[in-house]
């Protein structure tokens, strides 16, 4: 999974992603889409920043050639769909969880 040097990445990430949301929308949020859409974009600067420094930590590299930048952009995209799932599972465990009625003792 992602390592622990970026785990204030993560948790930042993590909270930014509106799981209420589809995934584009999302990717939109992040600025992961391409060129000929960005005239929708919905681009939240901190967020994208805070995913492109976990990607690093995660990669190990700072993305110099251009086959580097593109396997990265691919890899941000992974990064950011396995939260994405990580969040949409969480939410729904917690809100099965609440659902059920706590057991009486006796």
């Known amino acids: 999974m992602l390592m622990w040097r970026g785990l204030g990445y993560t948790c930042e ?5 509106d799981e209420t949301r589809g ?27 805070a995913l492109v420094q976990l990607t690093s930590k ?3 590299i700072i993305p110099k050639t251009e086959e580097e930048r593109r396997r990265f952009s691919m890899e941000l995209g992974k990064t950011l769909g396995a939260i994405y799932r990580w969040k949409k ?3 729904r465990e917690t809100q099965r969880l609440a659902g059920i009625p706590a057991q009486q003792q006796g």
Do not use: C, M, S, W
């Open 58 to 60: 995660k990669l190990g």
């Open 89 to 91: 599972t969480y939410r």
């Open 13 to 17: 990430v993590f909270l930014e992603i």
């Open 23 to 49: 995934f584009n929308e999302n990717r939109r949020k992040f600025g992961l889409i391409p060129k000929k859409h960005q005239d929708k974009l919905i681009y939240d600067g901190q967020a994208k920043h």
